[in-house]
């Protein structure tokens, strides 16, 4: 039994849709139970509205919430009693194998490194989103968790980064690209110059070198490695361009009679289509080289991807990637 | 009358789009005198297919071509009689006011620096783009020049591309905002942070704060500030999602008879609506800050993008753009 810890509080459909997803991820997952931390008798209300089996969820009463406006650091320390605190110390003490949060980015880096703490070895840990491309999804790893990074650390997430996507996401013999301004390995900024030598003497993961912006929708890399200012520059971009560019096409669609007709007869399709470079059904990012695993799923998660992203957690624990990731740290020292 | 130099070797489509473009813009607009710089028996071929006011276009002769895989600085140095040197050179001589080219970046903005030369106190001279947004267009400065900026060279990129946009492209007191990772002012990496104070202090420019990612496309800002690694990354991936999307949103139209009876009847209104979302009808990117001006167009810039980069050229002359960087740079001393 896999034993997860939601946030009901954190996000924009707080806490409905918390709870509805975690309601749908036990009826649909057989090995998995779930603490939903918040205020019980708001938790409690909502679920008396679902069906599941009740021994499977178990409600654990935190009566703060942290806004997404405080001060990351500040808010940890202090609200001790916040469904974020309380979650990821379940996870701390090993009561629970994983914290899903889709509350403030900010507490849950901070909470992650401090609360529940990093892998012995890992210099920094990174939040890795899974991006949607033309051939499926690739990992961008770091997207916020640390600025300013220096090569090793850089080097820790694309193993890192290739150990999650051979293990939870199946790929096999992931390829793993650095961001770069050009192909040539002369190209880059310092930090890039000097990380490309020491990914190319990585010989646990299969590096294909530098992957220019252009050739990330693509789907020209499975591990996408960056510092965290780049890497949250892309992952915000990608949202941008493309909800500016969906809401063009919609308006252009209604422009005229005939085109109103013709939106009619392409949107079953369409939808199909842009589905798949919808975001939110592979789940949240998740913190990795922590001891244990914390999961941010978008502001804006609804129960679907709250449902993707307990279930991403059970891959995680199940496929032993911790394990993985410490025994590829041991093999890095030697 | 503004003299331009067009390099007529440089680009996919060279030398055929290049002549073409060049007598488009001298067939459009009356004050301009053009240069064409590139091997004479292959551009002269070119012309005679055109029909147009001979005494405007003077065909210079250059008998070298840069490659775009050549190494910049080698190149400029050694092939003294490449089309981008000689091109360069007319400017520096003062015989042309401007000088635009789909070839080899690298090489472009070497020779900028090398050959053109910097106006007296710009400390870096910044590549930049004008991209689409959803409410018209925004100028992304820095895209490509110099890596591993200082925060006095993104000051000096946000008082010249302020100049650019209001004067070149008529927008009254242009936002002007730096890319970072949050809204809040103690956001961002180290050079964020440093430069964040100092753009607070500009009086000449009208700074709103930070920008993130995500509001570029819909027109957050109108100056966007950053250092060239995070603008390169921001002007590929543009690109890279926007087509992606584009071709799924094709793709997706193709995969029932329905919906291929819906695509016949949206693509006019499509169609339009995505040319606004078209980089290319609002010319090159201008290197700013050079003793005259130098305009990099795509690589696969067709005639009707080299005739818009030749006609900004014509505006940026008509302007004193270069003076207005010149008064702006001496009140900054002050």
């Known amino acids: 039994m896999v034993k997860i810890a939601v946030d009901a509080m954190g996000g924009d459909y707080a806490p409905s849709e918390m709870v509805a997803g975690a309601v749908e991820a036990?009826?649909?997952?057989?090995?998995?139970?779930?603490?939903?931390?918040?205020?019980?008798?708001?938790?409690?209300?909502?679920?008396?509205?679902?069906?599941?089996?009740?021994?499977?969820?178990?409600?654990?009463n935190a009566k703060e919430v942290i806004a997404t406006e405080e001060p990351p650091v500040n808010a940890i320390r202090k609200k001790k009693d916040s469904s974020i605190v309380v979650g990821m110390n379940l996870v701390k003490k090993g009561q629970a194998d994983a914290f899903v949060s889709a509350g403030s980015s900010g507490a849950i880096l901070v909470g992650g490194q401090v609360i529940v703490g990093r892998i012995k070895g890992v210099e920094r840990p990174p939040l890795a989103p899974l991006i949607p491309t033309e051939k499926g999804v690739s990992l961008l790893i770091d997207c916020g968790a640390n600025v300013d990074a220096r090569p090793s650390h850089l080097v820790q997430f694309a193993r890192m980064g290739s150990i999650y996507m051979e293990h939870v996401m199946k790929v096999k013999n992931p390829r793993v690209a650095i961001v770069n301004i050009g192909a040539e390995e002369e190209k880059g900024n310092a930090l890039v110059k000097e990380t490309f030598p020491l990914l190319k003497e990585c010989k646990d993961i299969h590096f294909i070198g530098s992957i220019e912006a252009r050739e990330i929708p693509h789907g020209g890399a499975d591990v996408i490695v960056c510092e965290a200012f780049v890497g949250n520059v892309i992952l915000k971009l990608y949202e941008g361009v493309g909800s500016t560019l969906i809401s063009m096409v919609k308006r252009g669609m209604m422009t005229s009679l005939q085109s109103k007709i013709g939106a009619l007869l392409v949107k079953p399709a369409l939808k199909e289509t842009l589905k798949s470079f919808d975001a939110s059904q592979y789940g949240g990012a998740p913190l990795l080289g922590l001891n244990g695993l914390v999961v941010k799923t978008h502001g804006n998660s609804k129960a679907n991807e709250v449902k993707n992203s307990i279930i991403q957690c059970i891959a995680f624990k199940e496929q032993g990637i911790n394990e993985k990731i410490k025994e590829s740290l041991m093999n890095q020292e030697k």
Request: without cysteine.
């Open 26 to 60: 036990v009826n649909s997952a057989p090995g998995v139970h779930i603490f939903l931390v918040g205020k019980e008798e708001v938790v409690n209300s909502q679920l008396s509205r679902h069906t599941y089996d009740k021994g499977r969820i178990e409600v654990v």
